[in-house]
Structure formats: C-alpha cells, structure tokens
C-alpha cells in the first residue's frame, strides 16, 4: 500500500458504505476529500474534523505543537464557522520527556486560548511502539448557525475561484527545515524557503473570506497539492474548474526549493493554502479582506458547468499521491545513511 491519504477508490469500496447506522441528524456525512462533518443539533450546527498530530522535534516542540494543530483546526474553520471546541488524544513515545510534553502542550494551549477554542476531553499516555512524528489525533469542533456554514460541495458555475499562498507552501517549509544540508541551495535561498514553514495554517484566512463575503466552497490543500484541491472541490460540486496557472501566487522560494528538490509544486501538500469558491459580486472584497490582513491571494479562474479540472485550458489529471512523499522518503533515507539525496 501507498502511504499518504487512501484513494478515492480505496474509500467508495471499502469504507463508503460501512459507516454505522443511518442517522437523520447526519446533515453530512464523510465523503473522500471533504474535510469536515456536520451534525445537527436542534437549531444549531456542529461541524467536526478530525486529524492525525504530527510531532516533527526537528521543529522545536513549540513550533512543532502550534503547527500540528493548526491542521486540525483549518479543517474545521474552512466551514466559515469559528472553531470551538477540541478533544485531542496522544500516544507518546516513552523517550518524549515530560518538559518536551509541556512545550507541544502549551503552543496548543496558547494557539486555543487565543482563538477562543476549549479543550473538552482527551487521552494522555506513553506507549511501547509509538514514535515520532504521528502521535495521536485530534477532532477539532464548531458549534454554529447552519445557515452561516459554507458547505465543501457548494461551489457554482459562475463563481470565481480565489487562491490564497499558492502550491507546496507547507512541503517546502518542512523539507529545507527538515534536511538543510542535503539541499543545493545559497544560504539565503535556504532561508527563505524554510520561512514558508510560518505560512502554514489556514484558521484565520478562512473565517475572514467567510466574512467578507457570499463564499460558496472553501478548502485546505493538503495532501495532493493544490492541483489536488482543485479536484476535490470540483468533484463536491459536480463542476469544472478552469484555471489560469500564470494567476496562481507563488510565494518566494517556492519554485528554487521545489526544483533543488526535484518535486511538482502543483502536487506537494501545501496547508495553509485554501481554494475559494466565491460569487463574483463578491470577490472584490474577499481578495481585499483578506490582502488586508497580509495574505497573498489572487483570483484564479472560475467555476463551469462539467466536471474536472482545465490548466491553461488543458485538462489536468487527479494527483495519483502527493508528490513531497517521495521527496520526504529518499531524504529521510539518504540523511539515516550518510549519502547525497
């Protein structure tokens, strides 16, 4: 098996049609590449998502603790509501010390607190086997107005797409910071492409489009890259996407890392980025909302009738994996043994 997220194949054989009993309170349920549920509960919605944490050490435990939890959370906060709550459970490795504990814990504590997030319930423990970086799971929470959720399926023809950061943000930041010193870049390159690390997360920019704005689709584009995203948001609504590549952002160091590492931009996970869908009445003040808090964000293309996904007008296949795996795998391989990537 692959590693990585399962295919869409692998979920609509073996897992879409064992989900438990039907409940009519299930307003939505898992779909493959949607990224939340929601429940309903009297008059009030409850979005929830869940997520594996990934601890890198290679981060320092505080870094390392703001941005595991940052995924989890983007996951939820694309739904236009705030997140609320959090249950989170860790398996630890017995060599995780108590103090290295203390500094992930309090980087989640602080990054809740300030967005006004409790943490409900969870599970603590140490165990023979575990090992750095996935060390639990985490199921992020909204409680809301159904009214006011922007649904993963919901883009129209006619919409504008908007796209905030741009591809392999999150792949770039971690490889150079992961293995500097098996990447072919000047120092100052180096640098800036291992400071895209600070652009991942996604909480913040999702609720100010959602604010700003009718926006119809939102979505987090992590495994599969943005090239990924856009099919997954496409396929929700049953539409096509066509896309001008030249309009995409791309941040700085972006394409320098991508090439020394020899890995597809447009594939590479890129948390952090989001892919909006938004009624074009309205994409003049998204684009301005969210540039005014000192985001990146560009108007990329629009929403059509069909399906799938045009490059430039030129079809474009669904990512077959994500292309900073192989990346992560043959650097990871080549640092454990002492020889060049």
């Known amino acids: 098996m692959t590693t990585g997220k399962i295919s869409r194949a692998f979920f609509e054989t073996r897992i879409a049609s064992r989900l438990g009993a039907p409940r009519d309170d299930v307003a939505l349920g ?137 591809p392999a943000v999150e792949a770039v930041g971690l490889l150079t910071t992961l293995f500097p010193e098996a990447i072919d870049l000047p120092p100052v390159a180096l640098e800036t492409a ?30 599969g890259g943005l090239l990924g995203a856009f099919h997954e948001v496409a396929d929700g609504a049953g539409v096509r996407l066509s896309i001008d590549a030249e309009a995409v952002p791309r941040l700085a160091g972006i394409d320098a890392a991508c090439e020394a590492l020899g890995m597809d931009p447009w594939r590479a996970t890129t948390s ?12 003049k003040s998204v684009l301005a909302a969210l540039r005014n808090r000192g985001t990146t964000v560009s108007a990329v293309g629009t929403v059509d009738t069909g399906a799938g996904v045009e490059l430039d007008g030129c079809p474009a296949g669904q990512p077959d994996g994500d292309a900073s795996w192989a990346v992560y795998e043959r650097l990871l391989d080549a640092t454990a043994n002492g020889r060049q990537p």
Not at 206 to 217: E, I, K, Q, R, S
Request: glycine residues 12%; charged residues 20%.
């Open 272 to 283: 952090g980025t989001l892919v909006v869908a938004v009624d074009p009445a309205d994409t």
């Open 30 to 166: 898992p779909k493959h590449g949607v990224d939340f549920g929601i429940v309903d509960v009297g008059d009030r919605a409850l979005v929830t998502a869940t997520d594996p944490i990934s601890i890198l050490p290679e981060l320092g435990f505080e870094r390392a603790g703001e941005f595991a939890i940052g995924i989890v959370l983007s996951d939820v906060a694309v739904s236009g509501l705030p997140p609320t709550h959090l249950t989170i459970s860790f398996s630890l490795p017995p060599e995780m010390t108590d103090d290295e504990f203390d500094r992930v814990w309090g980087a989640i504590h602080e990054e809740c607190r300030d967005l006004g997030i409790s943490i409900v319930t969870g599970h603590t423990a140490r165990y023979a086997g575990c090992s750095f970086p996935w060390v639990g799971a985490a199921t992020g929470m909204a409680v809301g107005d159904p009214d006011e959720i922007v649904r993963p399926d919901g883009a129209r023809p006619g919409d504008d797409i908007l796209v905030t950061k741009g």
């Open 194 to 223: 291992q400071s895209r690390l600070d652009d991942v997360g996604a909480v913040r920019d999702a609720l100010t489009a959602a604010a700003a704005g009718n926006v119809t689709a939102m979505h987090d584009a992590t495994e």
